[in-house]
C-alpha cells in the first residue's frame, strides 16, 4: 500500500510539473502571429454607452482572412460579435439616432456592398448592389441615407442600364490586352481600369442615387488621404472632398478641397495650394472644415499641416505654425473649440489636442503608437487603438483628468493567447549618426534574454524611406519573429525617418545612399560593441527603400554575414521607367535619369556590382508595380553571376507587401531560414 501510495504521489508530482511546464509562455510563434484577433478603430455609439469595431481572424488553414462587427460596452467588458463574420465585414458606422450600424460586406459573394444591423432587433439587411462595390460609410445626419465610395464609369454614373453595357461587353471581350496613351496607365498591383472612384449619395430606399463627384477624375484620390477623404456637412446640406484634377497625375500630388451641394451641381474648389490637400472633416456646428495640407508640389513627404477653412468667410487658417512632425489625423472636439490629433513622436504615435483659437498644442498620451482618435458626444473621453512591438492593437479609452491623462485598455480579445506567449522585452538606444545628429533605435531581446550571453544580432531597416520604426505591432515585419529565433534585433530611425522633425524627413531627398547610411552603419558599431551582441554574426533585412538600403551595403561594407532584399530599389535608372508614381523618383533625385544623370548614378547600387560579396536573400512580388519585379530579378542576376552565394523567392500573386496568409508564412520561414544558415554554426 505504501509502495502504491508513493506511487500515485510521484505520478501526481509528475502531473502537476507536466501541467506547470505545459503552461509555461513559448517564444512567438508566426502560427501565433496568425491567431492574433485584429481590431479595427473604434466607434462609439451616439448615446455614449457603446464602442462598435470591426476585427479581423486569419483562418491559415483556408489561405483567407475574415473579418467581423463587434460591440463592447464603452466602459468596457465582453465583446460580442453583432455580423455573420463568415467572409469580410468592415467599417462600421452608427446612424445618428444610434438605432443602426451600417458597414461594408461581401458575404453574399462579389464586391462589398452596404449592410444594416438593427441594434434593437440584432438582424442585418443588405442595401446596396453597386458593381463597383461600397467603401467608407458615413450617415446623413438625418439618417436617411448614407454616403459612400464605389468606383463607377465616369461616363454612366450611377445608371444601371449603362453600367451592365459596360460590364456586359468587357465580359465578352475575347483578349485581355493592356493599351496605353498615358501615364499613369497602372497602380499599386492593378492596371488602369476604365472606372473611376467616386462618393455616392445612397438613400436607404436604394432610389435616386446620386454621384456627386461626377467626371474622369478619382474622388477621393487614389494616395496620400489615408481613406477618409471626404465628409458631410452637420446640416446634411453640403459635401466636401478631395480631388486632384492635373492632367499629369503620375507627376502630382496636388489634390484640392471641393465642396458640392448634397443635391448635386457644380463644385467649387477651395484650395489652391500645390501640395497635398486632404482628410476634410466639418466641426459639429458646422462653421469650420479642418484638413490636412502640404506645401510642396510632388513631395509626398512634405510636412503634413493642420489647416481650418471658416465656412462664413472663405478665410483659412494654419493651425500650430511651429509644430514640427505630420498630423497623420485628426477628430474635432464636439464643442468645436478643438482638435484632438495623431502625430509621430520620436518612436511613438503621440495624441495631442489643439485649441482652434490659437495656441501650442497639448500633449496627451505618448505611450505606444495610438490610431483611430474618436471623440464621446459630452467630451469627457477619447477613444482610440494602441499597439507596441509587445502588443497587438487593442481599443482604449483616454478619461481627462486634472494634471494629465490616462489610457484604460477597453478589449481583450488576445489577453489569453498572449498570456501563452514569451514576447522580448524591448529598449531604446540612442547614439550619434551623420554630422552629430542623435540617432534612436529600438531594441527587442530574445525571449529569456540572458545579458551574460552572446547573440548573433539582426538589422532591420524601414521603408519609406520617409517612414519610422515606432513603438507599434506589425504583422509584415514583426521583431519578435526574429527575437523568438534567438536574435536581438536592432532598428534604426536613419535620416528620413518621421518623429524628429521635418528637416531631419528631408535631409534624406537627393541623399539615398549618404547620411542614412551612416547613421545605420553607426549603429551598428554600437550594436556589436554592446556585451551580450556577438559582433562577428549580424544580419540585416529590409524592403522598399530598406531593400535599396540592403542592395547599398552589398557594395559598401563586408560588415554583414547575411543579407535580406524585399521590393528593393538596385537600378535607380531602370526604376525610373517601369514604377507608377514619378512624381517621387523625380522629387528625390530632382528630375529624370536623362535631366540628373549624375545623381541617379552615384545612388544606385547596381553600380557597385564587383564590391558584391555578402550571401543575400532577394524577395519579390511580380504584381509590385511600386517596386517592380524587374529590380529583385537584376539583383538576382548579379548575384549569382557574381558568384554570391543567394537565392530568389517570388511571388506570383503578391504587390509591393506579401499579404495573402500562406505566401506570409513561406516568406517569414524562408527568411528566417536563410538567416540561420549564416548566423548560427551548423550542427
Known amino acids: 500500500m505504501k509502495r502504491i501510495a508513493v506511487a500515485v504521489a510521484v505520478t501526481a508530482a509528475a502531473l502537476l510539473f507536466a501541467v506547470v511546464a505545459f503552461a509555461q509562455p513559448h517564444p512567438f510563434t508566426f502560427e501565433d502571429m496568425m491567431a492574433i484577433r485584429r481590431i479595427g478603430a473604434p466607434q462609439v455609439s451616439p448615446d455614449g454607452k457603446w464602442i462598435a469595431y470591426d476585427a479581423s481572424t486569419i483562418d491559415l488553414n483556408a489561405n483567407v482572412r475574415r473579418s467581423a462587427i463587434y460591440l463592447i460596452p ?20 452608427w446612424s445618428p439616432d444610434g438605432k443602426t450600424i451600417a458597414y461594408v460586406s461581401n458575404r453574399d459573394g462579389g464586391a462589398k456592398q452596404v449592410w444594416l444591423y438593427d441594434v434593437a432587433t440584432g438582424q442585418s439587411r443588405k442595401i446596396s448592389d453597386l458593381e463597383g462595390g461600397a467603401g467608407t460609410i458615413k450617415w446623413a445626419p438625418d439618417g436617411s441615407a448614407v454616403l459612400l465610395v464605389s468606383d463607377i464609369y465616369p461616363d454612366c454614373g450611377v445608371d444601371p442600364a449603362c453600367i451592365k453595357n459596360k460590364t456586359v461587353a468587357e465580359a465578352a471581350t475575347p483578349t485581355k490586352i493592356h493599351v496605353a496613351t498615358s501615364l499613369l496607365y497602372r497602380h499599386w498591383t492593378a492596371w488602369q481600369s476604365p472606372t473611376r472612384t467616386h462618393v455616392l449619395y445612397y438613400p436607404l430606399s436604394g432610389s435616386n442615387v446620386r454621384d456627386l463627384t461626377p467626371g474622369v477624375f478619382d474622388a477621393p484620390p487614389f494616395s496620400l488621404g489615408g481613406g477618409d477623404e471626404f465628409d458631410i456637412s452637420p446640416d446634411g446640406r453640403e459635401v466636401v472632398y478631395a480631388r486632384n484634377t492635373d492632367a499629369h497625375p503620375e507627376l502630382s500630388t496636388n489634390s484640392d478641397l471641393f465642396l458640392v451641394p ?7 474648389r477651395v484650395t489652391t495650394r500645390q501640395g497635398a490637400d ?19 508640389p510632388a513631395y509626398e513627404s512634405d510636412l503634413f499641416e493642420l489647416w481650418l477653412y471658416d465656412r462664413t468667410n472663405g478665410k483659412t487658417t494654419r493651425l500650430m505654425p511651429q509644430f514640427d512632425n505630420w498630423v497623420d489625423s485628426f477628430t474635432w472636439a464636439p464643442d468645436s473649440k478643438s482638435i484632438y490629433f495623431l502625430a509621430p513622436l520620436k518612436a511613438s504615435e503621440a495624441i495631442y489636442q489643439v485649441p482652434i483659437g490659437g495656441g501650442e498644442p497639448r500633449l496627451l498620451m505618448k505611450s505606444g503608437s495610438a490610431d483611430a482618435l474618436t471623440v464621446s458626444r459630452d467630451g469627457k473621453t477619447v ?22 491623462a490616462r489610457g484604460v485598455k477597453l478589449t481583450h480579445d488576445n489577453d489569453a493567447l498572449l498570456s501563452s506567449i514569451a514576447m522580448g522585452a524591448t529598449q531604446d538606444q540612442w547614439y550619434t549618426g551623420a554630422a552629430g545628429a542623435q540617432i534612436q533605435a529600438l531594441m527587442v531581446l530574445p525571449p529569456g534574454f540572458d545579458r551574460a550571453k552572446k547573440y548573433p544580432a539582426v538589422v532591420l531597416i524601414h521603408g519609406g524611406p520617409q517612414g519610422a520604426w515606432e513603438d507599434a505591432w506589425s504583422y509584415r515585419w514583426n521583431p519578435q519573429m ?5 536574435y536581438v534585433v536592432f532598428m534604426p530611425n536613419p535620416r528620413g525617418s518621421t518623429g524628429y522633425g521635418q528637416q531631419f524627413v528631408r535631409e534624406i531627398s537627393g541623399d539615398w545612399g549618404g547620411k542614412a547610411y551612416t547613421d545605420i552603419m553607426n549603429g551598428v558599431d554600437v550594436l556589436a560593441a554592446m556585451p551580450f551582441v556577438d559582433g562577428n554574426r549580424l544580419g540585416a533585412a529590409g524592403a ?10 552589398l557594395g559598401h561594407t563586408d560588415r554583414f ?21 514619378l512624381w517621387f523618383p523625380e522629387f528625390e533625385f530632382g528630375g529624370a535619369p536623362w535631366e540628373k544623370p549624375d545623381v541617379y548614378a552615384k545612388w544606385s547600387p547596381d553600380n557597385y556590382v564587383m564590391n558584391f560579396k555578402t550571401p543575400t536573400l532577394v524577395s519579390q512580388g ?36 506579401i499579404l495573402k496568409p500562406q505566401n506570409a508564412k513561406f516568406f517569414y520561414k524562408t527568411v528566417l531560414d536563410w538567416i540561420d544558415q549564416w548566423l548560427k554554426p551548423q550542427g
Not at 522598399?544 to 551595403?553: A, E, F, L, T
Open 74 to 93: 464603452s466602459s468596457g467588458g465582453i465583446s460580442k460579435q453583432i455580423s455573420d463574420g463568415t467572409k469580410q465585414d468592415e467599417g462600421p458606422a
Open 262 to 268: 448634397v443635391t448635386g451641381g457644380e463644385a467649387k
Open 278 to 296: 486632404t482628410s476634410p472633416k466639418y466641426s459639429p456646428d458646422g462653421r469650420w472644415i479642418a484638413w490636412r495640407s502640404q506645401a510642396t
Open 383 to 404: 477613444y482610440y487603438d494602441t499597439s507596441s512591438l509587445m502588443s497587438p492593437t487593442d481599443i482604449f479609452a483616454l478619461t481627462k483628468i486634472t494634471g494629465g
Open 482 to 486: 526574429y527575437a523568438a529565433r534567438g
Open 544 to 553: 522598399s527603400y530598406g531593400g535599396y538600403m540592403i542592395d547599398w551595403i
Open 561 to 581: 554575414k547575411v543579407l535580406v532584399s524585399h521590393a528593393g530599389v538596385y537600378d535607380l535608372r531602370s526604376e525610373y521607367g517601369v514604377t507608377e508614381e
Open 622 to 657: 511580380e504584381i509590385d508595380f511600386r517596386v517592380p519585379v524587374n529590380q529583385g530579378l537584376e539583383l538576382f542576376t548579379a548575384l549569382q553571376r557574381r558568384g554570391v552565394p543567394s537565392k530568389l523567392i517570388v511571388f506570383p500573386d503578391e504587390g509591393h507587401f
